[in-house]
Each structure stands twice: as C-alpha cells, then as structure tokens.
C-alpha cells in the first residue's frame, strides 16, 4: 500500500475507488502481496523443500485457498468444514493436516475416508478414537502426535500454545506412551511428530527452543518419523515496533536440526502467508468529541475484525487521502457496536479527520474476516482480491434474508 498524489493505493488501485464502486466496509487483499509472501517463504526454506500447508482457519476464503493452492501449497485445518473447503478449492488431500484437540468421531471418520496426509492427534483419547474408526473403516490410518514441548513463543498470552498450562498437545510422558500404542494397533501409522507452539512469533529463539526439545525427544524415541510438522506462527509486523522474524536464524536451526535427522519439514504457516495482503476499508459515519478526545465512529465494527477486541490487537490506520494538518485531538477509533471493547486503536498527532472520509485498517489478511461474526445483526463484509490494476469480488456481502 503506498500513496500515489497523496491518495493511498492498493497495487494500482485507490482506496477511493474501491469504496465508491464497492461500498464500505470491505476487505480487499492484494494478489502481488500474497504471491510475493509465499515465494519469500519457499525460498527462505528452499535448501529442504518442506511441505507448506496453509493454515485455513487463518482465511477462510474459498478463492483465496485455490490461488494460495496454485503455488502448491497443502491445507492444514482444524474442522470437518475447513476440510471440506480445502479439498473443494481443490487441495490434495495428500498435502492436508488436520489439526485440533477437539476433533469429533464425525469429523476424524470424514478425514479417513478422505485419505488425507495427517490427522495430527492431540490427547491419548483422540488416538485411541482415530484407531477405533480406523479399524471400522478396515484402513490404516497415518497419522501425527502433537507434543507439547513446554516452550514459551514469547507472544500474546491468548495466542500461545506451546506452554503446558496450554490445552494443546500432549506431554513428553504420554507422548512416549502413545508412541507405544501406536506401535502395537494395526490400524495406525505413525509418521510425525507435531508442535505449534503459538502464532505471531517475531523471535527465533522460541523456535530454537521447541528443536532442541524435538530433537531429544527424538533421540530417547526408537522410531522412525516420516514428517515433523513445526506448525507455523511466524510473525509478521503489525507495528513499526514489531521487529521481524528472522528466517534465514531459523533455516540455519532446522537444517542443523536436519543433519542429525533424515525427515520432511511440514510447516502450517496463516498469517505469515495472508496477513499483509488485507486491508479493511471503512468509513467515517460521525465524530463525535469530549473534553479529551474525539471518537471517530466507523462503520467497520468488531464483529467485521474482532483481533483488537479479542486480544488487544493493533492494526495500523491510514487515511484514504494524505494531508499534512493534523488534530490536536486524540482520535479513538471505534465501532458502531454496543460494547465498550469495539474500538480499533486510540491514536495522537493523526491528521484531521471529517465525517465520510475513508480510512484504512491495515495487515488484516489474517484472522480478519474468517472471525468475522453477525453479532448485532450486522451483515459481514464483501472481500475483493486485486489482481494488478484488475479487481474480482471473491466474496458478496451477506444479506439480511440469509439471516432471517
Ligand atoms: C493456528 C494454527 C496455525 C497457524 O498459525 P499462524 O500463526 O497463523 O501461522 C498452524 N498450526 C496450528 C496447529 C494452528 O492451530
């Protein structure tokens, strides 16, 4: 996104533009932004070509997923629903996971028949479950254990995963029990060892972590891995403060890693993919000023982008036109929603704001629209993807009879 004439521009295309033909709010993600991620991606691992399986509840998009596919990128999804859209955007089920500690008897059956990679289980009852529907189905079922390696991302608290206060995967014990257990059913095949330790990780360290922890676990196992899957989580930067994630420190750490062990890398990258290519256009419906401060009340609320509300989340804001007058005024970006945490991002020195101008939500690819929700009975936002100076809907905006 850049200003051309002072008027801030997606690609080729102004934000003005976009508003007028389209309405507000709307999501537009950029096709040379998202194409650029994931070649960035796969070069800064190209010495072990890992497979990459786009983490799908981080967008939901079925358009996006069959562009993100075209690269040859996998899914990795958490519900019977996210696999249904992955295979109807067209990804192999060879190249799905399938994570999450909940997976219902319906959905493990589903994701048997449909021969994916790897149910990646995450309690002892889930491998026990999966052995039991496999041995029904008379299939032999690959899949992964989650460890839980007892690592702090150093993250958002309510983003971390990879602690053992955290519900998700399963200790060094019962790893090693299960380990065993699978070693003696005729209906499972273990092929990975899993880990995610949590999302928006901007150190390298975490990870160094979490590999040295897999790597003695591998050692003390006798058995032989097909795959370890690292998850995803890199973190991208929301913030001029966030400091990048630093990949070249972490392919030298997995191919150090890879020396001592002859396995495949998966990795199970969102946001790192998709973030950056969204913005959330919105426009100003009023302003309203106090003694301290002037809301500037949008009509984007956070039922169309929750991250905020949901973790304390940052998003840049930009104005849609350039201008050097700035408001003595601290702006408080809120949402039309009755509740108190419906606001974006309080801001000073922003410049001077009227009712109906178009602002901007920055890096919303992510987590953005696919925890978007009709809380208030407000319709969800129509999403564009802009291709060059092209412009394809990928997604129309509800409407109020498909809520009634
Ligand atoms: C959410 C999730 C991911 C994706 O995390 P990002 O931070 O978006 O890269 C990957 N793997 C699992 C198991 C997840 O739950």
């Known amino acids: 996104m850049k200003y051309i004439s002072k008027k801030l521009t997606i690609d080729k295309v102004k934000v003005q533009d976009i508003a007028e033909k389209?309405?507000?709010?709307?999501?537009?993600?950029?096709?040379?932004?998202?194409?650029?991620?994931?070649?960035?991606?796969?070069?800064?691992?190209?010495?072990?070509?890992?497979?990459?399986?786009?983490?799908?509840?981080?967008?939901?998009?079925?358009?996006?997923i069959r562009e993100i596919k075209k690269f040859g990128l996998g899914a990795d999804v958490v519900s019977k629903g996210e696999l249904l859209m992955a295979i109807?955007?067209?990804?192999?089920?060879?190249?799905?996971?399938?994570?999450?500690?909940?997976?219902?008897s319906e959905e493990i059956s589903f994701a048997v028949e449909k021969k994916i990679l790897l149910i990646n289980a995450e309690s002892e009852s889930e491998v026990r479950e999966i052995d039991r529907i496999a041995k029904i189905k008379k299939r032999k079922v690959k899949i992964g254990i989650r460890l839980n390696p007892n690592t702090d991302a150093k993250t958002l608290s309510q983003i971390s995963t990879g602690k053992k206060e955290n519900k998700f995967g399963v200790n060094e014990k019962i790893f090693f029990k299960l380990v065993n257990f699978c070693k003696n059913s005729k209906n499972i095949s273990l092929k990975c060892l899993s880990v995610h330790i949590g999302s928006q990780?901007?150190?390298?360290?975490?990870?160094?972590?979490?590999?040295?922890?897999?790597?003695?676990?591998?050692?003390?196992?006798?058995?032989?891995?097909?795959?370890?899957?690292?998850?995803?989580?890199?973190?991208?930067?929301?913030?001029?403060?966030?400091?990048?994630l630093n990949y070249a420190?972490?392919?030298?750490?997995?191919?150090?890693?890879?020396?001592?062990?002859?396995?495949?890398?998966?990795?199970?990258?969102?946001?790192?993919?998709?973030?950056?290519?969204?913005?959330?256009?919105?426009?100003?419906?009023?302003?309203?000023?106090?003694?301290?401060?002037?809301?500037?009340?949008?009509?984007?609320?956070?039922?169309?982008?929750?991250?905020?509300?949901?973790?304390?989340?940052?998003?840049?804001?930009?104005?849609?036109?350039?201008?050097?007058?700035?408001?003595?005024k601290t702006y408080e970006f809120v949402g039309p929603i009755c509740e108190s945490t419906d606001k974006f991002n309080t801001l000073k020195n922003f410049q001077e704001l009227k009712e109906k101008d178009l602002i901007a939500i920055c890096d919303v690819g992510a987590y953005g629209m696919s925890l978007s929700s009709n809380y208030n009975i407000r319709l969800k936002p129509s999403e564009i993807l802009i291709k060059g100076s092209k412009i394809q809907i990928i997604r129309k905006k509800q409407k109020y009879k498909d809520l009634m």
């Open 201 to 244: 990780i901007l150190d390298y360290k975490p990870y160094e972590k979490m590999l040295r922890v897999v790597d003695r676990i591998i050692d003390k196992i006798n058995h032989k891995f097909e795959f370890i899957d690292l998850g995803g989580g890199m973190g991208i930067s929301y913030t001029h403060k966030d400091k990048k």
């Open 22 to 64: 389209y309405g507000t709010p709307i999501y537009c993600y950029s096709f040379n932004k998202l194409k650029k991620n994931i070649k960035n991606f796969q070069k800064n691992f190209s010495s072990f070509s890992p497979l990459i399986c786009f983490a799908v509840k981080s967008n939901t998009n079925i358009n996006l």
């Open 88 to 104: 109807k955007a067209g990804v192999s089920p060879k190249k799905i996971v399938f994570s999450g500690v909940g997976k219902t």
């Open 249 to 328: 420190k972490y392919n030298e750490i997995i191919k150090k890693f890879l020396k001592r062990h002859k396995l495949k890398i998966i990795f199970e990258p969102g946001r790192s993919i998709i973030g950056d290519t969204g913005t959330l256009i919105s426009k100003i419906i009023y302003i309203k000023k106090n003694e301290s401060k002037n809301f500037i009340i949008l009509d984007a609320a956070m039922n169309d982008l929750m991250r905020p509300a949901l973790y304390g989340a940052h998003h840049k804001i930009l104005p849609s036109i350039k201008s050097k007058r700035k408001s003595n």
